[in-house]
């Protein structure tokens, strides 16, 4: 693989031990998957930030790194949010843990934004390379976006971050975005929500595995694209898709569709996923919310008070723009947290059943929650929270 004299420095350990390890790290990996060269990437966007998933072993490793990171880096949620975790009724002794977690990458000169949806604060443009790491976000960037990233683990994102390059193989590469499977969608005549689109990569996702696929017969908006992507990288492998007519390289690229094999998607497969058990507590915002999500939580919000527990994740520089919106929620008795989600937090583990508009969430909250999870659409998920019986 092909390294330049700084990058050839570097490896040498002229510019200190961590970055040494950082370049043998993304040397090796480069090495496994063939890539030619290392590549400069815009911005990194790490993960294992949550003490709930790294504990004491990934905070001591952390700890023992010194170096700092050369390009915007931010984290992925964590499990707690840093200013409210009280409120949230954190145990102390986790928090502490956290906050160390939180102090050893803030000494690494990575951004303390913790959140799967860095691009509603900082700029991402089509072709930028990233190193990023959380599923949905890699999603978002490569197939709504059209900038390229690998789904990186925790530490090949930290390690590009303090480099500012990533090995230049698989999705940095165009050859490797083609699409190989069409999925024919066809929802019926009322418009689907942004849950259904989560419901339909739910589905998608398994049917899927790691492909790249073209989706036709669906015209999702920027939230809905969110929600699909997310959902497909939870139950299957896939960090790019294409929509016809609607993702930017779909449009850009006119990529040859004959003979890719052809599965269609019947809305009842869909349907069948949305039920009506009852539930314990409602979260909403995974990924975490756009200013336009929590606008509209706020208008269905308006007047009603809840009555279970109403969970609402967003990113904290997407909170700080909406004040008077976050506030309208939060009258309502609902909680809108940052950094954190239904997911990360260990909180979320004292409910037996929840209820999501997410098809990630649901994939995930069983096994990480430990709950039964229940899809609906943010009407519904609102109605359940602020009535008397669910
Ligand atoms: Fe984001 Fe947590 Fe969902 S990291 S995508 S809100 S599981």
Redesign the pocket.
């Known amino acids: 693989m092909y390294l330049d004299p700084e990058d050839e420095e570097i490896l040498a350990g002229e510019k200190g031990e961590t970055r040494q390890k950082m370049m043998e790290l993304l040397v090796a990996l480069g090495k496994v998957f063939g890539a030619e060269r290392l590549v400069g990437i815009k911005s990194a966007q790490v993960s294992g930030a949550s003490y709930k998933t790294i504990g004491e072993y990934g905070l001591e490793w952390l700890s023992s790194l010194d170096a700092r990171a050369v390009v915007q880096a931010v984290l ?2 964590i499990g707690m949010p840093r200013g409210r975790w009280r409120e949230m009724g954190i145990d102390p002794e986790f928090a502490a843990k956290q906050q160390a977690v939180i102090a050893a990458y803030e000494r690494l000169g990575v951004n303390l934004e913790c959140t ?2 860095p691009y509603y604060l900082h700029k991402t443009s089509f072709g930028d390379h990233l190193a990023w790491s ?1 599923s ?1 976000a890699v999603s978002y960037a490569n197939s709504v976006v059209g900038a390229r990233t690998n789904r990186e683990g925790g530490p090949s994102a930290l390690a590009a971050a303090l480099i500012g390059k990533t090995p230049c193989y698989g999705l940095h590469l165009g050859k490797n975005r083609k699409p190989h499977v069409i999925l024919e969608a066809k929802p019926d005549e009322t418009d689907w929500s942004i849950a259904h689109y989560g419901a339909l990569g739910y589905h998608a996702g398994k049917l899927v595995g790691n492909k790249i696929p073209y989706f036709r017969g669906i015209t999702p908006d920027p939230e809905q694209l969110k929600a699909l992507g ?1 959902a497909m990288a939870a139950t299957g492998a896939v960090a790019l898709y294409h929509v016809d007519n609607v993702t930017p390289e779909a449009k850009k690229a006119g990529y040859n569709l004959a003979g890719l094999e052809v599965i269609s998607v019947e809305p009842a497969e869909i349907e069948r996923l949305f039920n009506e058990i009852p539930v314990d507590a409602v979260a909403v ?4 919310c756009s200013p336009r999500e929590l606008i509209r939580i706020a208008r269905l919000l308006k007047g009603k008070t809840v009555t279970r527990p109403l969970y609402v ?1 967003a990113a904290q520089g997407v909170i700080d723009k909406n004040l008077k919106t976050v506030s309208g929620i939060e009258r309502s008795g609902a909680r809108v947290f940052a950094d954190t ?4 937090s260990p909180v979320m583990e004292r409910y037996p059943a929840i209820m999501v508009n ?1 098809g ?2 649901l994939a ?1 909250v069983p096994d990480m929650c430990g709950a039964v999870a229940r899809i609906g659409s943010i009407e519904e998920c609102i109605a359940v929270a602020t009535s008397i019986s669910s």
């Open positions: 992925n949620p799967c949806t959380e949905s997310a915002g995974c990924p975490h994740f989600c239904m997911v990360v997410s990630k969430a995930y």
